[in-house]
């Protein structure tokens, strides 16, 4: 069972990073130091927007309209984090 609980520990840590990156990516993107335009940006920015989407799309229903404001990844952060703090405090289970 530990092994359970360190694979849902990888698989939580790793969407962490995917979402960091993609705010990270789309923060250069509008200040224009990436261009979508070199094959190699587009190709991970479209990659990780279709690997993140079925994240976000039911979490931007349920969210008003900000404007030009994404609040989504924010909130799936939150939630991992959340996760994550449960899963740690119930490790006992996994033992």
Known sequence: MTSLFQILMLILDVVWFFILAQVIMSWL???????????????IWYGLNRLLEP????????????????????????????LRIILINNAALFY
């Not at 224009?32 to 094959?39: I, M, T």
């Not at 969210?63 to 939150?78: E, F, T, W, Y």
């Open 55 to 82: 994240l976000y799309a039911p979490i931007r229903r349920v969210l008003p309209n900000m404007g030009g404001l994404d609040l989504a990844p924010l909130v799936v952060l939150l939630g991992i984090y959340a």
């Open 29 to 43: 993107i509008s200040f224009q130091v990436l261009n979508l335009r070199q094959q190699f940006v587009a190709q």
